[in-house]
């Protein structure tokens, strides 16, 4: 085969820029989620930072909601409970490995926010953790049970 007669490679596709960082960086130019999303544009970046914090506090909501584990016939609840949790947990660990600081601070302060609204006791005196007879463990969705 002679190399001199080949024809010339294709020209390559123009890249799209992407936004994405491997270190935690500060400003608004970020891709949360989707793909170019929420882009350059401040009030996207401000909606991506008011979806990540209801994100958290919705973590928090799912979680001190209680389905009651000792209870024959509950299963399904508890399964779709613990989907909804798990699922909301992995849509908000990908939000965060967008490395933008912002998104990192709105997730932890929607966690903070959830917390204090529905796992803790200022808000309602029905939130402490149930007292478990020695010996047993109690299963529940918080993993911070006894």
Known sequence: MD???MSPPPPMAP??????????????KAEVLFSDWPGD???????????????????????????????????LAQTVVHTLRVGLMYLLMLAVMSFNGGIFI????????GFLLFRSAIFSK???EPSCPEGTKYRDLPSMSC
């Not at 890249?15 to 608004?28: A, D, I, L, Q, V």
């Not at 709105?106 to 926010?113: D, L």
Request: with cysteine; glycine share 8%; proline share 0%.
């Open 15 to 28: 890249m799209k820029k992407h936004y994405t960082s491997m270190t935690f960086f500060w400003g608004r």
């Open 41 to 75: 544009h401040r009030g996207m970046y401000a909606l991506a930072l008011i979806v990540v914090f209801l994100l958290a506090a919705g973590t928090e909501m799912v979680t001190s909601h209680r389905v009651d584990w000792y209870t024959s016939g509950r299963s």
């Open 3 to 5: 190399h001199d007669h």
């Open 126 to 128: 029905q939130r402490d």
């Open 106 to 113: 709105a997730a932890c302060i929607g966690h903070a926010v």
